[in-house]
């Protein structure tokens, strides 16, 4: 099908003030101005002028692990028995019949970045997912995407108030490190056998294997971390073991900015929108992003869902607009940048041929704050 009469924002190139998008097999298979579109027929899209995006996308939420209506002490989002459970995968929580998918696609967001919570040391694996589905399966982007680690008062609260490691920030740093040699270890010794095979090869350990991706520098490190010195401690330990890591929240980011660039660190700002709920988030600051971005950090915008409903994901980038925030780099911080921070970039983020038929259509301006999407597709079918 074509969608034609659109101003494009391919998000990987120049703006077309008149164009067209033509999406096959869900994927888009060519895109250009409009003297170069092929002839509409009575299935196609008039988009009178409207502005085409690629699909949102939310670089960390919760979305289908906290499922809506729920009490918080129902979820399957925090498996608060062990500190350290690497090998929890979010596929296995996920309930993709969660009205909040719906909420997710009527707002524009069609892939999001969902896993585990922040109680736990190593919490388990992310997954990329599309949020449209009824089966998980048929959802996955990409899975694992991501191993989530957890610094600062969370993990503490949780284990602390139980008289159990980790009750300071010392002991969360100090699991993380172990765990992490464990399984360079690990992987050490299964090279060793395979190579030599009078050697044995170590038993089976089901942390130990979900982490070996990470020590090998194959699999990101998406570290929970607010305040300054969680965030220091974050790329202290990547450098350690050579991590691909990600800081998530950066809540006192703006802080240290000009170090983050320093250290070539990403960030996933977010939630924009929310109380100074707990000690470490004392330095929250809307300009939190636009700070960073200033100073030559990469970013990307997250809902946090449910902290932030996955809905209003665009209305979060628009607050970081009006706190400072060059406009197209509040787009790309939900588009291409999300993508590439979130290593799903070849699947999601542009209007790029060959990539996934995901598109937000806006009369206007999605940053108004009456802004709601015209039309929604995912994988080239019309969501909304």
Excluded at 64 to 81: R, S
Excluded at 158 to 172: L, N, V
Excluded at 214 to 234: E, N, W
Excluded at 262 to 278: L, M
Aim: net charge negative.
């Amino acid at each position: 099908m074509l969608i034609y009469n659109a101003e494009l924002h391919p998000m990987d190139g120049p703006v077309v003030p008149q164009g067209f998008v033509e999406l096959r097999e869900g994927k888009i298979a060519a895109l250009g101005p409009m003297e170069r579109c092929p002839a509409p027929d009575a299935g196609d899209y008039d988009a009178r002028g409207g502005r085409l995006y690629p699909g949102w996308v939310d670089a960390h939420c919760h979305l289908g692990l906290l499922a809506d209506g729920l009490p918080y002490d129902q979820d399957d989002c925090n498996e608060v028995t062990d500190p350290v459970t690497p090998q929890l995968r979010a596929i296995d929580a996920l309930y993709p019949l969660d009205r909040c998918f719906q909420e997710a696609r009527e707002g524009g967001v069609t892939t999001v970045l969902t896993g585990p919570g922040s109680a736990n040391a190593v919490g388990g694996q992310f997954a990329a997912v599309k949020t449209a589905g009824r089966w998980v399966d048929d959802m996955v982007v990409k899975a694992p995407v991501a191993m989530k680690f957890a610094l600062g008062e969370n993990p503490k609260g949780s284990y602390g108030e139980k008289k159990e490691t980790p009750m300071t920030r010392m002991a969360t740093a100090a699991l993380m490190r172990e765990c992490l040699a464990q399984a360079k270890e690990y992987g050490e010794k299964k090279r060793a056998a395979e190579r030599d095979p009078d050697k044995d090869a170590p038993d089976f350990d089901a942390k130990l294997e979900a982490l070996l991706p990470v020590v090998q520098g194959k699999l990101p490190a998406h570290f929970h971390a607010h305040r300054a010195d969680d965030i220091a401690t974050a790329v202290r330990i990547a450098k350690e073991f050579s991590l691909d890591y990600v800081i998530v929240h950066g809540t006192e980011g703006h802080l240290v900015a000009d170090l983050l660039a320093r250290e070539g660190a990403r960030v996933v700002t977010g939630p924009v929108i929310g109380d100074r709920s707990k000690p470490e988030l004392l330095h929250q600051s809307v300009e939190n992003t636009a700070r960073l971005a200033a100073a030559g950090v990469k970013v990307a915008i997250c809902t946090d869902h449910p902290e932030n409903p996955i809905q209003y994901l665009p209305l979060a980038a628009a607050l970081c607009v009006r706190h400072g925030l060059d406009e197209e780099r509040a787009l790309r911080a939900i588009t291409i940048d999300a993508a590439e921070i979130g290593g799903i970039a070849d699947r999601v983020g542009s209007l790029t041929p060959g990539k996934d038929a995901d598109l937000v259509l806006y009369p206007g301006s999605p940053f108004a704050l009456d802004a709601l999407p015209e039309a929604v597709w995912i994988l080239g079918e019309r969501q909304r």
